[in-house]
């Protein structure tokens, strides 16, 4: 028995080590193919590296080199931030704004960098809003965007702080057939999948923290309670969920690794 326990003792030590100091190291890239019909011809192959939940700290600088090199290997089209890039309760000096503005800035993106606000964000809104702009970054806060690319068929793209808001966001005098909404919360899924929205992009469940196989992650904020990591289908319209690169409370992930995503359009 004694034995036994001290097993036990063991694995949860080794199970520790590793999601403490391991896991949440390893970055990496989740690749998926946006296919519709719905997709002009001329988006076809365009590339979108989403990310999202930096949840920065300053003893974690490290992450920043390590996220604009993953980023800027993949040659992006348009780069999406999907919210939380402060993290609330942390004392930012002007040093940490500078580093957090120098590797948004250098993510290179042939097209666009957009970003949405994330919960966190809203307690450093001033500071967040600089930081995108010094960066090059087009915040949507609730806004809509056409985005014409080789010809005159463009895709939709919004940003949703307020999910009441997304009618209004989809009357353009132009139309266009395929729309791509960036919300911080992916519970909003349930409140705008059944509007014309054929892909939506989300963060801030982190995955769920710890992931268990053929279950997914256990640990669910508000806001992810009922769609957590992955990707998930209803009426039609798609939910990607990103892992995200930071962490909520405690620096601790098994099995759910922090990520980026990478989509590419087709047909």
Do not use: W
């Amino acid at each position: 028995m004694k034995k036994f326990l001290a097993i036990i003792v063991i694995l949860l030590i080794l199970i520790f080590l590793y999601g403490h100091y391991i896991e949440v190291n390893n970055l990496k890239v989740n690749y998926y193919n946006l296919s519709s019909s719905n997709v002009p011809e001329s988006f076809k192959e365009l590339k979108i590296v989403h990310f999202s939940d930096l949840l920065y700290e300053p003893k974690d600088v490290k992450i920043l080199n390590k996220l604009e090199k993953k980023v800027n290997n993949e040659d992006a089209d348009i780069i999406i931030f999907s919210g939380d890039l402060l993290k609330e309760g942390v004392k930012y000096q002007d040093k940490d704004y500078k580093d957090l503005k120098d590797t948004l800035k250098k993510m290179n993106a042939s097209l666009y960098k957009y970003a949405v606000i994330g919960d966190n964000d809203q307690k450093y809104l001033e500071e967040y809003k600089d930081i995108l702009y010094e960066s090059d970054f087009i915040l949507l806060d609730n806004e809509s965007k056409l985005l014409f690319y080789k010809d005159e068929n463009p895709i939709r793209i919004m940003g949703l702080s307020d999910t009441s808001k997304v009618e209004e966001l989809l009357q353009t005098e132009v139309d266009a057939k395929y729309t791509l909404a960036i919300t911080h919360q992916p519970d909003n899924f349930s409140k705008i999948s059944n509007y014309n929205i054929d892909c939506v992009l989300s963060g801030h469940s982190l995955g769920g923290i710890i992931n268990i196989p053929f279950y997914g992650g256990i640990i669910k904020k508000d806001g992810a309670k009922k769609y957590v990591n992955g990707n998930y289908t209803d009426n039609n319209s798609k939910l990607y969920i990103v892992n995200g690169l930071g962490y909520h409370k405690f620096n601790f992930r098994l099995f759910n690794s922090p990520s980026i995503n990478v989509y590419k359009f087709g047909k």
